[in-house]
């Protein structure tokens, strides 16, 4: 129930951002136009396993992938999800209002195929993460807003995983072998909606620890989305939002932070167990 609690928070966020940013930043191509009346859900099994999985469909035709699969998922209240991003379709359809459709594709034609690379990229932000980053002293406002920001979250990944990552004030960043290698594990025994996820919110925010901790449920949307702006924050509480391109940037953050998080806690919602093996 917290898990479906938390991306009800999350799905709430993603909705308020988006048509924000869709007025201001969608790019004026030809949209298809619906073709179908209403979305559903159909359960079935595949013939190579014993779980079930949960397919959308158009007036009753399953949806496939750009690479021609099926467009089915693993944990029932995502499928739903899902459903209601085509139900909620206009007069044309719009990909860039599907972000949960987006991330399920993603997981679907091509995690199999790209997953160490994309697991490679994980482990770069983990070595290279923006909350180990400090500003000297020579900036103390912004120094304070990291420490405030940042400092819980590596005290609880330390806690979590076993680590002792560090803060830094200097442009070199290294972890102890045994910090990466706890890494490493963590991420091969991942099940592949969490490296969608991982992914996902990782690219967004140049955080591993940030990422992680919106998987294991530590940060919500909104929180993850605040840490990870903490320089871009400083300087608008110094210096102002410039309209038309800080507030575009923030609403688009929000959106790609919050559908990873709904895609994420919906996939751990499943009573069958998908979802983050790593996770609390």
């Not at 951002?17 to 979305?39: N, Q």
Request: charged letters at 25%; aromatic letters at 6%; one cysteine or more.
């Amino acid at each position: 129930g917290h898990l479906l609690a938390r991306g009800a928070g999350s799905m709430a966020v993603l909705r308020a951002c988006t048509h924000r940013v869709l007025r201001r930043a969608l790019s004026k191509a030809a949209k298809p136009k619906r073709f179908y009346k209403e979305a559903s859900v159909i359960a079935q099994t595949p013939a190579d396993s014993s779980v079930p999985e949960y397919a959308i469909a158009l007036d009753g035709r399953t949806v496939k992938t750009p690479a021609k699969a099926l467009l089915a998922v693993r944990s029932y209240p995502l499928a739903l999800a899902i459903a209601e991003e085509w139900d909620a379709q206009g007069e044309h359809i719009r990909p860039h209002m599907m972000p949960l459709t987006t991330l399920a594709t993603t997981r679907i034609d091509q995690i199999p195929s790209i997953r160490e690379q994309i697991e490679e990229g994980l482990l770069s932000f983990f070595k290279s993460d923006t909350v180990c980053f400090r500003t000297p002293d020579e900036e103390p406002l912004l120094m304070q807003r990291e420490s405030e920001a940042w400092d819980p979250l590596l005290a609880w990944f330390n806690e979590r995983f076993g680590t002792s990552i560090k803060a830094t004030t200097s442009l070199s960043l290294e972890h102890s072998s045994k910090d990466v290698s706890t890494v490493e594990d963590f991420l091969l025994d991942a099940d592949d909606e969490v490296i969608t996820a991982l992914d996902a919110i990782a690219s967004s925010c140049k955080s591993f620890v940030i990422a992680v901790a919106v998987i294991c449920g530590r940060l919500d949307a909104s929180d993850a989305c605040a840490a990870a702006r903490v320089a871009e924050d400083t300087q608008i509480e110094l210096w102002g939002l410039a309209e038309g391109s800080h507030d575009i940037d923030i609403e688009d953050q929000r959106i790609r932070i919050g559908a990873a998080a709904v895609y994420s806690h919906l996939c751990q919602a499943n009573p069958s167990g998908s979802g983050a093996r790593g996770g609390e």
